[in-house]
């Protein structure tokens, strides 16, 4: 596939939530709500997707980020973040990384067919290039985001101010 294509997936095009959109004008509050039936708030599941983003980010730089012994270490203790300035850091650390992303998507076809490291015995079981890695983070991020407008929608919070399907 194109990186076009990635791109457009990372930024919410298509048939895909915008995800800005569905976190950008989301009080502290209502992030951190969570629904009866539903394991996850909206700030755990940001928190969550910058975790793998960064973890994911760091490894195609070469790093050999530690991989965690459980999930759970991938999302926050607590059902939202302690205060409005840790939610903006939060959503604005989202951001940054989706930019990454997406500007890593525009590398040359060389840069993307480079092998990636595994730090973790499950990365030897699927493609290990910075092209795979990349679209695992968007269909990652793909999967959460529609989560997250799920919840709003059951919140009685959609669509987003930025927009977003109401049919």
């Known amino acids: 596939?194109?990186?076009?294509?990635l791109t457009e997936l990372l930024h919410g095009k298509g048939a895909h939530a915008d995800p800005f959109a569905c976190v950008?004008?989301?009080s502290t509050e209502l992030a951190g709500?969570?629904?009866d039936g539903f394991p996850h708030s909206i700030a755990q599941l940001l928190f969550h997707m910058n975790y793998w983003m960064d973890y994911d980010l760091r490894r195609a730089r070469g790093e050999k980020?530690?991989?965690?012994?459980?999930?759970?270490?991938?999302f926050p203790a607590a059902a939202g973040p302690a205060n409005d300035a840790e939610w903006h850091e939060w959503q604005e650390r989202f951001v940054a990384l989706?930019?990454?992303?997406?500007a890593l998507a525009d590398s040359s076809q060389t840069e993307l067919d480079r092998q990636v490291e595994a730090t973790h015995p499950s990365h030897q079981q699927r493609a290990d290039t910075l092209e795979a890695l990349l679209w695992q983070l968007a269909a990652h991020n793909s999967y959460h985001t529609g989560q997250i407008a799920m919840i709003r929608r059951m919140l009685s919070a959609w669509p987003p101010r930025g927009g977003g399907d109401t049919w």
């Open 1 to 5: 596939m194109s990186s076009r294509a």
């Open 98 to 102: 989706i930019n990454e992303t997406a």
């Open 24 to 26: 950008e004008d989301i």
């Open 65 to 74: 980020p530690p991989y965690p012994e459980h999930n759970s270490e991938s």
């Open 33 to 35: 709500r969570q629904l």
